[in-house]
């Protein structure tokens, strides 16, 4: 069996919804786009596509909790399109491979957030979450989304490390901001 195949196309039915309903609807037509080998081929033809389904929904259910934690402050300002907008950006992207694969998933949605230009998108809480994962040793930005005790404030974020390399983070809030959502 050519395993390498299986596991490609496996992972894109994994991935993404509208293969998995051109395999669905029409598996002879997904295996010829795809070029698979004969035994590749037959394995993925056997396959359930309900079961397909309920996988996919398992694993981006995990990584949208993942990223929820990770950016709690984004996910909460998104409200109910949260889920949606998260799904939007998985079927355009793969879930990053490195052992910070969640901070890194949830790094390139809030990219994704931030070029799409959606309303609760939180640029203070991407910068923190830049920094964390990049190797510079300061950075100091100016936004007008800091969160304290639910309120908006602007003002100013510095960001360093401490001796041991660890990231420290510190707020100054100059004036509320007005209430854009």
Not at 66 to 72: D, E, F, N, R, Y
Not at 119 to 134: A, I, T
Not at 139 to 167: E, K, Y
Request: glycine letters at 2%; hydrophobic letters at 40%; aromatic letters at 10%.
């Amino acid at each position: 069996m050519n395993a390498p195949d299986t596991v490609r196309v496996l992972a894109l039915l994994l991935h993404n919804q509208s293969l998995r309903d051109q395999l669905r609807t029409n598996p002879a037509a997904f295996i010829a786009a795809q070029e698979l080998s004969d035994e590749a081929a037959q394995v993925i033809a056997s396959l359930d596509c309900d079961q397909l389904d309920r996988q996919a929904e398992a694993l981006l259910s995990k990584r949208r909790f993942q990223v929820a934690q990770i950016i709690p402050q984004t996910w909460h300002s998104l409200g109910p399109a949260a889920s949606q907008q998260f799904q939007n950006y998985v079927e355009q992207t793969t879930w990053p491979e490195s052992h910070q694969k969640h901070e890194r998933d949830a790094l390139r949605f809030c990219d994704y957030l931030q070029r799409q230009h959606i309303p609760g998108y939180r640029k203070s809480e991407h910068n923190w979450l830049k920094f964390r994962l990049r190797k510079c040793w300061f950075r100091i930005h100016w936004v007008t989304d800091l969160v304290i005790d639910q309120r908006r404030f602007c003002g100013i974020q510095v960001f360093g490390r401490n001796p041991s390399g660890a990231p420290v983070k510190r707020a100054f809030c100059l004036r509320r901001a007005p209430e854009t959502e």
